[in-house]
Antibody, heavy 123, light 110 residues
């Protein structure tokens, strides 16, 4: 069974940092790209980052570029999102999702998603 | 980049068909086959229902179908059922190393 499980969310002050993890199982992790997608409370989905299967290609949304860093450890079947300089507007549920294809266009399709982890940025 | 444009809400009676539009530009929706649709029930993760404009993942009902004309992609749900009541989001490759989501459409089954 394919599973993605996010962890690491919580309450953080503005300007603070947080690292999210995404542990995967049930598929050959190093063959798939992964996206991070977030959803602010009561709002729509927002794509924030893409990482290819072997980390050769990484992209970020303008809203997080320079503040967030995505990485993966294929040996540990894990993905990470390091978030710095957090702002109120970063408050959201963060999802990791498996890309259907190993290039950004094909990764518009995400066939498996985690349950999400809530990040709240507040003083 | 701007989000893709979707209607805020669409409704229909059981058994009817509804169509949700997703409008982008010639740089994104109009240029690539990379348009997907997601269904999201409250408190749940999104579920992929259509990918690459018209393709349906294994296990998704054939009542869901996708199409595209110019800069607008569409999701049609035929034979509307109560369990189809959910939020629906489109997603497309922007053409600039990023992905765009639509604002979402709330589907109500009357």
């Amino acid at each position: 069974e394919v599973q993605l499980v996010e962890s690491g969310g919580g309450l953080v002050q503005p300007g603070g940092s947080l690292r999210l993890s995404c542990a995967v199982s049930g598929f050959t992790f190093d063959m798939y790209s992964i996206n991070w997608v977030r959803q602010a409370p009561g709002r729509g989905l927002e794509w924030i980052s893409y990482i290819s299967s072997r980390s050769h290609t990484i992209y970020y949304a303008d809203s997080v570029e320079g503040r967030f860093t995505v990485s993966r450890d294929n040996a540990k079947n894990s993905l990470y999102l390091h978030m710095d300089s957090l702002r109120h507007e970063d408050t959201a549920v963060y999802y990791c999702a498996r890309g259907y294809r190993d290039y950004i266009g094909g990764a518009a399709a995400n066939d498996f998603w985690g349950q999400g982890t809530l990040v709240t940025v507040s003083s | 980049q701007s989000a893709l444009t979707q209607p805020a809400s669409v409704s229909g009676s059981p058994g009817q068909s509804i169509t949700i539009s997703c409008t982008g530009t010639s740089a994104d929706v109009g240029s690539y086959k990379f348009v997907s649709w997601y269904q999201q029930h409250p408190g749940k993760a999104p579920k992929l229902v259509i990918y690459e404009v018209t393709q349906r993942p294994s296990g998704v009902s054939d009542r869901f179908s996708g199409s595209k004309s110019g800069n607008t992609a569409s999701l049609t749900i035929s034979g509307l059922q109560s369990e189809d009541e959910a939020d629906y989001f489109c997603c497309a490759y922007s053409g600039r190393s990023s992905l765009l989501f639509g604002g979402g459409t709330k589907v109500t089954v009357l």
